[in-house]
């Protein structure tokens, strides 16, 4: 990538500019055959105008449009929220499947250090779970956790420690609905999540969200300790059957005390990296995104599909205005038709509020420079490399499919990771232009900045900086940085997220209908 111009021409069809360092008024440049003078100061991630613009033209980033202008814009002109605004796209979505991408040179014999469960499931971590069937048994679910600080765990170093897995419903839905069976398959991913090492369900007793109800629907065993006489120990534990909370902190923590010593037993060794299933996710994105760390990871990503591993692209209200890309290249038919119901089914269920999808970017969104949600989502697409689509799959659905695949997730970060985790995702990289601090225990977070300042600002919290592709560096190194990266956290190394101890409080289910 050239330094001589400090805005990028991204793609010959397109009439704005990429801004990779702030441009200040008066100042003259040439972008690509472009000669123009700002007429205002724009700053790192904003566009600025290459050519005149009529009123309700198509504004085009990356060669698509993104949005259409609401006045006259004449180069060298700031292009955001004050002068384009979505408008409506006309996509073609006829075109399922007639872009599929040859499959990528097998690659094979590499390993990761992980972790291999009985039934032959590959783990990165090994984590307790306390797993909360509602919000009136969180705080006992917490109160369980905290039992098991630095001290208690000191003599089971494979232990990385125990997690409370609470969240605000769990009740006041019907029984055996779709938002009850919603719940139910988030919580039972987790439960039988390949980093979840051994768990507990908590109740309060009354509940619609019964453990019961997830042993029987989703066949949960529990960990059988050696010595003990059978049959195990309860899996589910109600409050009201305990006789309160003090009675159940107790119990929980004496059953988990005979736990330790099982779940301590494991040991890491090699696994191929085609177990990996990586979640991808962004979150306090900005203008410059799409053009670092996004197609980073695409590269990682392309490169774990090589490997035989899965990569999963979520966040289907962020995949909007630009699906048409994704449905190119799916391997079938079918895949592409799922896909399409979900963008539909997002449509309706907006609409029902009195919204609309394109009510993104975020206020952080539109201070880094994304204007609408049709150039934040052609961002976010290049998480997903370029190989082809093969599966669809619903939120924290079971992911069984290799190579790339979707999940229907909200756009929210917390919600559409723990969606991913619940599916089985056994390492996420997030991607972030502002600064996302987040972590999601028990899967490990890798945090890529879009930008040097930013990563310099937030180092603490920030894994690898991609901003030096705007300075001339390549893509295709840092995707190659981010999956070494990928390849040493699953082998154990800590990201900065598990360093400050985050990830207790991000889990959070997706709560998609009424309240009774």
């Known amino acids: 990538m050239s330094q001589d111009s400090p805005a990028l021409l991204l793609n010959p069809e397109d009439n704005i500019a990429y801004v990779r360092r702030t441009i200040p ?12 003078m700002a007429k205002e100061t724009v700053e790192l991630g904003h566009k600025i105008a290459l050519k005149p613009i009529a009123p309700k033209e198509p504004v085009r980033r990356y060669g698509c449009v993104i949005g259409y202008a609401t006045e006259a814009i004449e180069p060298g002109e700031w292009v955001h929220r004050h002068n384009m605004e979505p408008g409506e796209l006309h996509l073609d979505h006829t075109s399922i499947g007639t872009d599929i991408p040859p499959e990528p040179t097998a690659i094979l014999g590499r390993t990761f250090q992980g972790y291999r469960r ?14 909360s069937t509602v919000n009136c048994s969180a705080a006992t679910s917490k109160m369980i956790a905290e039992r098991f600080n630095k001290d208690l765990l000191r003599d089971f170093p494979n232990i990385d420690g125990v997690v409370p897995l609470v969240h605000k419903g769990g009740c006041a839905f019907d029984y055996d609905g779709d938002e009850h069976r919603l719940m139910a398959r988030t919580l039972a991913g987790f439960c039988k999540h390949p980093n979840i090492g051994a768990y507990l369900i908590v109740g309060l007793g009354c509940e619609t969200s019964q453990g019961a109800y997830l042993q029987d629907k989703y066949g949960l065993t529990q960990l059988r300790v050696p010595g003990e006489p059978e049959p195990p120990r309860p899996l589910v534990i109600n409050m009201q059957e305990q ?30 990296v085609s177990e ?36 999963i692209l979520a966040e289907t209200p962020e995949i909007y205005g630009g699906e048409h890309l994704l449905l190119r290249r799916a391997r079938t038919r079918e895949v592409g038709e799922k896909l399409l119901r979900q963008i ?34 052609l961002g976010a697409i290049a998480k ?15 992911v069984t499919t290799k190579g790339f695949v979707f999940m229907d997730t909200p756009g929210f970060d917390p919600i559409s990771v723990t969606g991913l985790v619940a599916g089985g995702a056994n390492v996420v990289v997030f991607t972030t232009g502002r600064g996302s601090c987040f972590g999601c225990k028990p899967a490990p977070s890798i945090k890529v900045a879009s930008n040097t300042p930013m990563f310099e600002r937030m180092i603490d919290d920030m ?4 901003g030096g592709i705007l300075e001339g560096g ?30 207790d409080d991000e889990f959070a289910p997706w709560i998609i209908g009424p309240v009774l």
């Open 25 to 36: 008024a008066g100042l003259a440049i040439r972008v690509g055959n472009y000669s123009i």
């Open 118 to 131: 009985l039934d032959g499931r590959a783990a990165t971590r090994n984590y307790i779970g306390i797993v």
């Open 243 to 272: 006789g309160g909370i003090a009675k159940t902190v107790r119990f929980a923590t004496d059953t988990l005390k005979d736990m330790l010593p099982q779940v301590n037993q494991v040991r890491r060794e090699p696994i191929p």
């Open 276 to 311: 990996i299933i990586l979640g991808t996710n962004c979150g306090g994105s900005d203008g410059s995104s799409g053009v670092t760390c996004n197609p980073a990871l695409g590269i990682a990503s392309d490169m774990l599909v090589a490997h035989g591993g899965t990569t």
């Open 344 to 377: 539909r089914w997002w449509e309706e269920y907006v609409a029902k509020f009195g919204g609309a999808i394109d009510n993104n970017p975020s206020v952080g969104n539109k201070k880094g420079g994304l204007t609408t949600i049709y150039e934040k989502s």
């Open 384 to 398: 997903a490399g370029h190989t082809a689509l093969n599966a669809v799959y619903d939120f924290a659905e079971p």
């Open 463 to 466: 894994d690898i900086n991609a």
């Open 474 to 503: 390549s893509i295709e190194q840092v995707g190659k940085e981010i999956f070494e990266k990928i390849i040493s956290v699953a082998s154990g190394e800590k990201t900065k997220s598990e360093s400050q101890g985050i990830g």
